[in-house]
């Protein structure tokens, strides 16, 4: 199998995140979502508090996965700087969020992520590892299960199959067994085990261009298999739809297929998925301390709308009421989120 470069390593014109932009708008598939949005609700999509605070902190990753939305890599430099990590921190600290939500690229990896789940936890705040699970087998990362299980980090882990190939062909070369490993081990220590109070999430999302099936179901094929073949055990199935940027807009369009993709979201918008939709309880931080509606905008340079507080160190006390009620900024990828029983960082919204 051809190793998977980055965009931004092999000079791709989609590293721009201004050209996928252009691409989903040239697909020229649908109503604009802001106008299918205002036909189901009064007016434009708002956001309707402040729960999750959720912090990117960079694009390096130990993984290169063929589909991934951030266009991560071992070859990206971005990494968010104590500064912002504590800018972060301070805001979690005076907000009204429930929960810290960690991402990357691989978050472990980033300096700052033992101090924000550390403060976090310190905090009485859920706090959420969004983990590759093969960084926890990694060299230099021995302790990492055990530092996440002593802090009751959840941790949200990416196994789109339980099929070795289809890992492996989605992932990377021995991903699979890798990630097997990783999940004997947060098992052994109680995760995904009940009464441990350590919540174990998998992530699904389809090799390809359909929609994820149900996740009701999807989950107990999962757990049926997953203990059957290798004695796993997971507390729930998440399952994300593929939205149509960075990555996988690189593999519509070289197979020819965006156009197709993007109408087959549009003609499954459901209108009973608005409500719940994650740009509304969240709120994104990029490495740089910069304010987006969610981590696919962010990815897409979307930064929140204009004459809000532009990043961490400008969103005061004060204008935190208001901020929380602030007008989403949307485009065509967010058909992804509303397509079928609908998708967010929290699986299915149906
Ligand atoms: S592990 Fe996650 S962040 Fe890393 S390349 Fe894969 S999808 Fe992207
Ligand atoms: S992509 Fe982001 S802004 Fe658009 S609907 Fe989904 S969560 Fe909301």
Redesign the pocket.
């Known amino acids: 199998m051809a190793p998977v470069l980055t965009l931004l390593r092999s000079g791709h014109p989609l590293a721009d995140p201004r050209e996928q932009l252009a691409q989903l708008d040239r697909a020229n598939a649908g109503l604009p979502?802001a106008a299918r949005v205002a036909q189901c609700q009064a007016g434009p999509?708002r956001a309707g508090g402040l729960e999750v605070l959720q912090v990117n902190v960079g694009r390096v990753c130990n993984q290169t996965c063929r589909h991934c939305h951030v266009d991560a890599g071992p070859d990206r430099t971005e990494t968010m700087s104590g500064t912002v990590a504590n800018a972060c921190l301070e805001l979690l600290a005076r907000g009204p969020f429930t929960t810290l939500d960690i991402t990357g690229g691989a978050p472990e990896m980033n300096p700052q992520f033992r101090p924000l789940v550390e403060r976090g936890y310190a905090l009485g705040k859920r706090v959420i590892d969004r983990c590759n699970l093969t960084i926890l087998e990694a060299p230099g990362y021995a302790d990492l299960a055990e530092f996440l299980a002593r802090h009751q980090v959840e941790v949200v882990a990416s196994l789109p199959c339980y099929l070795e190939q289809n890992v492996d062909r989605q992932r990377g070369d021995r991903v699979f067994d890798r990630s097997l490993a990783a999940l004997r081990r947060l098992n052994a220590l109680g995760y995904g085990q009940p009464g441990s109070g350590l919540t174990l999430t998998l992530v699904f999302n389809p090799g390809g261009a359909s929609l994820p099936p149900p996740q009701q179901k999807l989950e107990a094929d999962y757990r049926r298999e997953l203990r059957a073949r290798y004695g796993i055990e997971f507390t729930r199935l998440f399952t994300i739809t593929n939205?149509p940027i960075s990555r996988f807009l690189e593999d519509l369009l070289s197979q020819g297929r965006l156009a197709e993709y993007l109408q087959k979201l549009v003609d499954a918008f459901n209108p009973a998925t608005v409500d719940a939709?994650?740009?509304?309880s969240?709120l994104s931080v990029d490495w740089q301390g910069r304010l987006f509606?969610?981590?696919?905008?962010q990815m897409l340079d979307?930064p929140v709308s204009p004459g809000e507080p532009a990043t961490v160190f400008d969103l005061t006390t004060a204008a935190l009421e208001s901020f929380a009620r602030r007008p989403?900024?949307?485009?065509q990828?967010?058909y992804?989120?509303?397509a079928g029983a609908g998708?967010?960082c929290g699986g299915s919204l149906e």
Not at 277 to 280: A, P, S, W
Not at 293 to 297: A, E, M, T, V
């Open positions: 979502f999509l939205m939709l994650m740009c509304r969240t509606d969610c981590d696919f905008n979307l989403i900024q949307t485009a990828h967010c992804g989120c509303t998708s967010s």
